[in-house]
């Protein structure tokens, strides 16, 4: 548990923490606030399976692991539900904007255009989110302000 805790990074890791947390966070709320056009009425029309069960269940994974992040506690494993996560929302709605056609069974939105460009610009907080979560799977929640920092510094001190 402690490898799982223990973090050398620095203190500005605070700021990617809070803000991949309070995206995931909010767009989990949001999948239940607005059901239809965030949570299970848009999972359907995207073309992922089980909608009335997949949007809440991902609404409760980017509310819980986003909290997580929040308060930098279990960072690393928070982290990693969420990556899967925009994984999935990369490919079930930004790589059919690329390929300008449905791709295995997820839809095409009606955009003005298709291709790289026009899935960049769609994709460009979700590439964040990305990258934001695996750079917290890979160096924790930082030093300073998190609770991983301090239960590593508790449980060292209490060895010691």
Same mark, same amino acid.
């Given at each position: 548990?402690?490898?799982?805790?223990?973090?050398?990074?620095?203190?500005?890791?605070?700021?990617?923490?809070?803000?991949?947390?309070?995206?995931?966070?909010?767009?989990?709320?949001?999948?239940?606030?607005?059901?239809?056009?965030?949570?299970?009425?848009?999972?359907?029309?995207?073309?992922?399976?089980?909608?009335?069960?997949? &949007?809440?269940?991902?609404?409760?994974? +980017?509310?819980?692991?986003?909290?997580?992040? /929040?308060? !930098?506690? #279990?960072?690393? %494993?928070?982290?990693?539900?969420?990556?899967?996560?925009?994984?999935?929302?990369?490919?079930?709605?930004?790589?059919?904007?690329?390929?300008?056609?449905?791709?295995?069974?997820?839809?095409?939105?009606?955009?003005?255009?298709? &291709?790289?460009?026009?899935?960049?610009? +769609?994709?460009?907080?979700?590439?964040?989110? /990305?990258? !934001?979560? #695996?750079?917290? %799977?890979?160096?924790?929640?930082?030093?300073?302000?998190?609770?991983?920092?301090?239960?590593?510094?508790?449980?060292?001190?209490?060895?010691?």
């Amino acid at each position: 548990m402690s490898k799982l805790l223990r973090t050398t990074a620095p203190p500005a890791t605070l700021l990617v923490r809070l803000s991949v947390g309070a995206v995931f966070w909010s767009e989990g709320i949001q999948k239940f606030l607005f059901a239809e056009a965030q949570g299970a009425g848009r999972f359907a029309k995207i073309g992922i399976p089980a909608p009335d069960v997949m &949007g809440p269940f991902v609404g409760c994974v +980017e509310i819980v692991c986003g909290a997580l992040l /929040l308060i !930098g506690f #279990l960072t690393r %494993l928070a982290a990693i539900p969420l990556i899967i996560d925009i994984s999935i929302a990369i490919l079930s709605t930004k790589v059919p904007i690329l390929l300008g056609h449905g791709f295995w069974g997820f839809s095409l939105p009606k955009l003005a255009n298709y &291709g790289f460009w026009s899935m960049a610009h +769609e994709a460009r907080t979700d590439f964040c989110m /990305l990258l !934001g979560s #695996l750079f917290l %799977l890979i160096v924790g929640a930082g030093r300073k302000w998190s609770l991983d920092a301090r239960l590593t510094r508790e449980r060292i001190q209490s060895i010691a």
